[in-house]
């Protein structure tokens, strides 16, 4: 089945500094890769998300880049706030599997004002 | 609109115990999921329903773990009986159509289970 690795656990920025999130997958019929933003206690919620006939979406300050060949897709987020701060998720899905999402492991992270 | 709902929130109990957690999904949506997230992991599928029939439950622990979703609305998780490894929170998730993997998936709050 899908695999999916997701780097680093734990990313500290300062405010306003960037942050990238990296992760792989291991099926290459995986097609669809969303994002999701995780608060302390409360849901995981979609912030972004990229189809394999796509190299890159942008959304205000959040952008995926996706690398089908290397088989590698990555969040960033520039400009970052204190708000930000949370624990992100990349996931895969293959269109053939139904509709699972097979999730990362998940990145904490910290913005420093 | 309302997001899907989850209750209870939190829940401890012994091992060996049942226990039992609900969920409602946004309004009409057809696919609903429930999902496992043990700490410091992500949230990893049990079982997918469409409407109320079962889509995949292939990660699903079916010893101890059932899931029904009557006339293909809400729907209650049960796990009997309940092992110290079932500590997690347990997502609830819904999607419009959920026969295209490109769907967006909605969670509910969760439900925090500690087995002592």
């Known amino acids: 089945g899908e695999n999916v690795e997701q780097h680093p656990s734990t990313l500290s920025v300062q405010e306003g500094d960037s942050a990238v999130i990296k992760c792989t997958y291991s099926?290459?019929?995986?097609?669809?890769f969303p994002w999701y933003k995780q608060e302390l206690g409360k849901r995981p919620q979609l912030i972004i998300d990229?189809?394999?006939?796509?190299g890159e979406k942008k959304d205000q300050r959040i952008a995926v880049t996706l690398n089908k060949t290397a088989k590698h897709f990555s969040l960033h987020i520039t400009e970052t706030q204190p708000e930000d701060s949370a624990v992100y998720f990349c996931a895969a899905s293959i269109e053939t599997s139904g509709s699972r999402l097979t999730f990362g492991e998940g990145t904490q992270l910290t913005v420093n004002p | 609109e309302a997001g899907v709902a989850q209750s209870p929130r939190y829940k401890i109990i012994e091992k060996r115990q049942s226990v039992a957690f609900w969920c409602n999904p946004i309004s009409g949506h057809a696919t609903l999921y429930w999902y496992q997230q043990i700490l410091g992991q992500g949230p990893k599928l049990l079982i997918q329903f469409q409407n109320n029939g079962v889509v995949d439950d292939s990660q699903l622990p079916k010893d101890r773990f059932s899931a029904e979703r009557l006339k293909g609305v809400d729907s209650t998780l049960k796990i009997q009986p309940a092992k110290l490894e079932d500590s997690a929170v347990y997502l609830c998730?819904?999607?419009?159509?959920?026969?295209?993997?490109?769907?967006?998936?909605?969670f509910g709050p969760g439900t925090r289970l500690t087995v002592l």
């Open positions: 998730a819904s999607s419009l159509f959920g026969y295209m993997n490109t769907d967006t998936q909605y």
């Open positions: 990229i189809r394999s006939n796509v």
């Open positions: 099926d290459s019929a995986s097609n669809y």
